[in-house]
């Protein structure tokens, strides 16, 4: 017996070379499972909900209809939403 021939020497080498490819291969993938994160992935968190905007009671020299027709305005360019206007409208009116 002697030295392996070539096709030995290439066949052992194809069987090292796959080893080591699977070893790699499982180790890569453990590796990745435990830097997976394990906690529940973050809740979505509610958007603030709006506070209706204080308003002013009306004084003796301040005019209902101008501040009627400011918190029209508001509501018009969205800075009050709609149930924000009637609320406000209904403040003003009482």
């Known amino acids: 017996m002697g030295r392996p021939g070539l096709i030995g020497t290439a066949a052992r080498t194809a069987v090292v070379v796959g080893t080591a490819q699977a070893v790699t291969g499982k180790s890569a993938a453990r590796q990745a499972a435990a830097a997976a994160p394990t906690s529940p992935p973050p809740t979505a968190v509610?958007?603030?909900t709006a506070q209706p905007l204080p308003v002013a009671p009306v004084e003796p020299g301040q005019d209902?209809?101008?501040?009627?027709?400011?918190?029209?305005?508001?509501?018009?360019s969205g800075m009050l939403t709609p149930e924000e206007f009637s609320a406000a409208k209904a403040q003003l009116l009482a």
């Open 64 to 76: 209902l209809t101008a501040q009627l027709e400011r918190l029209a305005q508001l509501a018009a």
């Open 46 to 48: 509610p958007a603030p």
